[in-house]
């Protein structure tokens, strides 16, 4: 099987792979975390979220299974003089070894079996710091996987799965979207997403 699309632009520092900017729900929280925040972030990729909460003075640690995002990662928090304690690590094998006050997972959860997804859910809850908070964004089977994710996506969610199993916190915001998207050298397609942003009470 081919390489993901992402392996290519994670070894070309000229272009940002999933674009430059955080996401927009790291962004919307950001102004209200409390200072100094601990972080992890699960499937990192090339760390535009890291890279971000990193600079606004929050601990962040990272993986990605990728290591060619990992390296750019370290290049691109390098050369913006912040710091992220980013490694290669498969999430199907990660095993928390501390809590924290924020973690954060974007786009990753379709690309491995559901009773993995299901298993580092609870993991995450586990290890969220009380009154700490998960943000995460995952593809639903709403739209089928677009030609570029097709290969590699193992299990979409259902619609609205991803809030039931953050039913016992406070959801403070779910969103249930559809989203056009492109990548360097892709074609431009749609993703169907739930993103949501629950407090551990
Ligand atoms: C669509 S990208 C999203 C990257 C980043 N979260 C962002 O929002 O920019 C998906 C990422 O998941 C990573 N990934 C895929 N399978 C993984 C696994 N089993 N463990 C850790 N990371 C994984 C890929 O290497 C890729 O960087």
Not at 14 to 20: D, L, R
Not at 108 to 122: A, G, M, N, S, T
Request: aromatic share 10%.
């Amino acid at each position: 099987m081919e390489n993901p699309f992402w392996e290519k632009t994670y070894s070309d520092l000229s272009v940002a792979t999933f674009g430059k900017n955080p996401a927009n729900d790291i962004v919307r929280i950001s102004s209200s975390l409390k200072k100094g925040m601990t972080v992890l972030d699960i499937g990192c990729g090339e760390g535009r979220n890291s890279i971000y909460l990193a600079g606004l003075g929050h601990k962040v640690d990272a993986f990605d299974i990728s290591e060619a995002g990992i390296n750019k990662l370290k290049r691109i928090a390098e050369g913006n003089k912040v710091e992220v304690n980013a490694w290669v690590q498969d999430l199907t094998t990660f095993k928390f070894s501390r809590t924290y006050d924020l973690i954060i997972s974007h786009g990753v959860f379709h690309l491995v079996e559901k009773h993995d997804w299901q298993r580092i859910i609870i993991d995450m809850k586990d290890n969220t710091n009380h009154g700490g908070l998960n943000i995460v964004g995952i593809f639903t089977n709403k739209l089928p996987a677009t030609p570029d994710n097709a290969p590699f996506t193992k299990a979409l969610f259902e619609e609205g799965e991803l809030k039931e199993l953050y039913a016992d916190w406070n959801i403070i915001e779910f969103n249930a979207y559809v989203f056009e998207d492109e990548h360097p050298g892709g074609i431009r397609h749609n993703h169907a997403a739930n993103n949501i942003i629950a407090m551990k009470r």
